[in-house]
């Protein structure tokens, strides 16, 4: 396969593919011992159908013109190519350059282009809800030891009361997910 990881400074999801990899192509706008290519997911410098799979994790959050982005990235892909994504959907605001967060509704207008668009949500509301608490703890709690005191207690037990309300009730509801995982397919 060749692949094309946009915002690729740290490649969590490399050694999923290492087997298939012919060509493993990393873009970010900063450069880094990973990044192949310093360039944006909205000007990308490659000749179309060029990649059988683009992976863009936690990236559209920044760019000025996620649509812009997305078509991008559906012209550099091989008809039948796939896009692999996360967006943050319900989460605080991680720098001063995040500028986005989506909704279903959302991510299916960006991904226009695409034939065929599978968006799943990372936990339901409650999950979600409990994971923002989590963060707003982090984020809020001013003293490092207070803070590692929380991150080996209460933090580590509301996750685990979630995860289990999740499975014993099953809901579906998913307006406090924190991200949506989706694979387009042009």
């Known amino acids: 396969m060749t692949i094309l990881d946009v915002g690729g ?7 999923l593919f290492e087997s298939r990899i012919s060509k493993y192509l990393a873009l970010d706008i900063l450069q880094t011992n990973l ?8 000007a990308l410098p490659f000749a179309n159908n060029s990649f059988d799979l683009v992976i863009a994790t936690q990236v559209f959050e920044y760019f000025s013109s996620p649509r812009l982005a997305a078509d991008q990235i559906h012209t550099v892909l ?8 996360s967006v943050a959907a319900f989460a605080p605001r991680f720098s001063d350059d995040d500028r ?15 034939g065929k668009v599978e968006i799943i949500p990372e936990v339901s509301s409650l999950g979600g809800f409990i994971r ?7 984020i809020f709690v ?3 030891f207070l803070r590692s005191l929380l991150s080996a207690t209460v933090r580590p037990l509301a996750n685990l009361i ?8 099953g809901t579906k509801n998913d307006q406090f997910t924190p991200n949506y995982s989706v694979l387009a397919i042009k």
Do not use: C, H
Not at 100 to 114: M, N, Q
Not at 132 to 138: E, R, T, Y
């Open 78 to 85: 091989k008809p039948g190519g796939m896009l692999l994504m």
């Open 162 to 169: 979630g995860l289990g309300y999740e499975r014993i009730n």
């Open 100 to 114: 986005w967060r989506f909704t279903p509704a959302g991510i299916r207008t960006i991904l226009g282009s695409f």
């Open 132 to 138: 923002s608490v989590n963060v707003g703890l982090n």
């Open 9 to 15: 400074r740290y490649q969590p999801y490399r050694p």
């Open 142 to 144: 001013r003293y490092d």
């Open 35 to 42: 990044v192949d290519v310093v360039g944006s997911g909205e």
